[in-house]
């Protein structure tokens, strides 16, 4: 059993960055790793993803050139560095543990979820 445990969210003005973290409780380092969202009313869509190594990652269009994904396996956290923060990023901000498989964007192919950190872009 893995526990995941997000933080860092917060509220910032538009242009503004923030950089969340997802402390495990246990060992992750041979996990692929996702960071999720949901606004109010939203589907959770992913945002991005990494591999074990952290040599592979996966960027939704609406992340690519402002988020970066990255881990230390060393201290079982997964970080996800967020820049040029827009309104539309507001949601909660989830993280996701996969047990095996590659790349997937559908929540379901994730075993284990954090409790999510709520991030607000002012605008």
């Known amino acids: 059993q893995v526990q995941l445990v997000e933080s860092g969210g917060g509220l910032v003005q538009a242009g503004g960055s923030l950089r969340l973290s997802c402390a495990a409780s246990g060992r992750i380092s041979s996990y692929f790793m996702g960071w999720f969202r949901q606004a109010p009313g939203k589907e959770r869509e992913v945002v991005t993803a990494i591999n074990w190594r952290g040599n592979n990652t996966y960027y939704a269009d609406s992340a690519k050139a402002r988020f970066t994904i990255s881990r230390d396996n060393a201290k079982n956290t997964v970080y996800l560095q967020m820049n040029s923060l827009k309104p539309e990023d507001t949601a909660v901000y989830y993280c996701?543990?996969?047990?095996?498989?590659?790349?997937?964007?559908?929540?379901?192919?994730?075993?284990?979820w954090g409790q999510g950190t709520q991030v607000t872009v002012s605008s």
């Open positions: 996701a543990a996969r047990l095996s498989g590659g790349w997937t964007s559908r929540p379901s192919g994730y075993n284990y």
